[in-house]
Every structure is written in structure tokens, then in C-alpha cells.
């Protein structure tokens, strides 16, 4: 895989409300704090899949993800979220 560094900015960009664009941008955000290339990103993996999904890039993913979506997940949210897939659920 190619590394990439992780964009700060990258929760900046506008949404545009398409399920298909967050499907992107949450692969997007999870590549950056992953420093993966976004080609090595699906949907389907989780922490198991990725090496460098520990508990503190569990959290800077939930974190950018609200960011760039402008919402807040609860609590009991962010303790379901065993993939990608299960985080772009939560985006309306």
C-alpha cells in the first residue's frame, strides 16, 4: 500500500448530500488518518482490517467524519461502528 499523509483539511470539503459522496469522503478521511491510499480503503473493513485502526484513530475518524458532515453521533453510535460501512449508516 502507499502511504499518504493525512490531510487536515480534508474534513473541509463540502458535502453534497449524495449517499454515494459520503461513501467517498468517509474513504476519503479514513485513508488520511490511516495513511493509506484511498484505493486500499473498503467500505466493508473495520479495525481488524487495518493496522493502524487502534482506539485513538477509532476516535479522529469519528471525530473528522463529524466534521465533515456537520453532525454529532451519540455515544451508543460510535460503539456500533465495527466497519466503514457501519459509519456512513449514521450519515444523513
Known amino acids: 500500500?502507499?502511504?499518504?499523509?493525512?490531510?487536515?483539511?480534508?474534513a473541509e470539503q463540502p458535502y453534497s448530500g449524495k449517499?454515494?459522496?459520503a461513501e467517498v469522503r468517509v474513504?476519503?478521511?479514513?485513508?488520511?488518518?490511516?495513511?493509506?491510499?484511498?484505493?486500499?480503503?473498503?467500505l466493508a473493513m473495520g479495525p481488524d482490517d487495518i493496522d493502524r485502526w487502534d482506539s485513538l484513530n477509532h476516535l479522529r475518524l469519528i471525530t473528522?467524519?463529524?466534521?465533515?458532515?456537520?453532525?454529532k453521533l451519540t455515544m451508543q453510535q460510535i460503539q456500533?461502528?465495527?466497519?466503514l460501512a457501519d459509519l456512513v449508516k449514521f450519515i444523513p
Open 19 to 21: 449517499p454515494l459522496d
Open 80 to 83: 456500533q461502528i465495527q466497519s
Open 27 to 42: 474513504r476519503e478521511i479514513a485513508a488520511g488518518i490511516f495513511k493509506v491510499d484511498v484505493a486500499a480503503i473498503d
Open 1 to 10: 500500500m502507499n502511504e499518504i499523509e493525512c490531510d487536515s483539511t480534508s
Open 64 to 71: 473528522e467524519v463529524e466534521s465533515a458532515f456537520s453532525l
